[in-house]
Structures are given as structure tokens and as C-alpha cells.
């Protein structure tokens, strides 16, 4: 079981790094052009949020049975991204940023 679940958490990794670099794309080409960020890459960006944590728990899962750690620091970081990326969002969108404002930093977290 701990194999299927290392190999989801490993999959699910390169899926979240490559969805944020697409997001990472997409937001400067929003920023370069002066645009806010549509309702889209908000949702694209919640759907990064939800992906995050999906793999923080298959990351909690691994650990659970049984397999060792890669660094301890992947913890940390771990636990970062699940509270940075929806803390960010809400933050960005509370009404007290600019829209450009708004896309650099969606844009600067992914």
C-alpha cells in the first residue's frame, strides 16, 4: 500500500509543479498586459490550492506507513504551501488590493 501511495504523492508533484508553472505563465501575461486576473485563473488557482493539499495528505499518508522521509525539511515546506497558497489567495482577493496588485502576487506565489 505505501508503494501506490509514494507513487501518487510522486505524480501528484510533478502535476502540481508543471499546474503551477502554467499558472506562473499565465499570470505574467496578465500582469505585462495590465489585466486582472479573470474568474478562470482564480478557479485555476483554487484548483492548485485543492491539488496542494490532496498532496499534502498523500505526503501525511506516506509518512504514516512507514516510509522515510526525503528531507525533513520537506515537511516544512509541506505544511507552508498548504497555508500559503489559499492564505494568498484570500488576502489578494479581499477587496483591499489593486488588480494588478492581485495578479503579481497569485501570480509570484505560484
Same mark, same amino acid.
Given at each position: ?27 505574467? /501575461? ?9 474568474? !478562470? ?14 498532496? !499534502? ?20 515546506? !509541506? ?9 494568498? /489567495?484570500?488576502?489578494?482577493?479581499? !477587496? ?15
Amino acid at each position: 500500500m505505501s508503494a501506490v501511495v509514494q507513487f501518487l504523492h510522486v505524480r501528484l508533484a510533478i502535476a502540481v509543479i508543471l499546474f503551477a508553472v502554467l499558472l506562473g505563465l499565465w499570470g505574467t /501575461y496578465q500582469y505585462i498586459r495590465h489585466r486582472a486576473v479573470s474568474g !478562470g485563473y482564480r478557479s485555476a488557482y483554487l484548483m492548485l490550492c485543492g491539488l496542494t493539499a490532496v498532496q !499534502g495528505l498523500l505526503g501525511l499518508g506516506n509518512l504514516l506507513l512507514g516510509a522515510g522521509l526525503h528531507k525533513p525539511l520537506h515537511v516544512v515546506y !509541506g505544511i507552508f504551501a498548504v497555508l500559503f497558497l489559499p492564505g494568498l /489567495y484570500f488576502y489578494s482577493v479581499s !477587496g483591499r488590493s489593486s488588480p494588478a496588485r492581485e495578479a503579481a502576487f497569485l501570480t509570484a506565489a505560484c
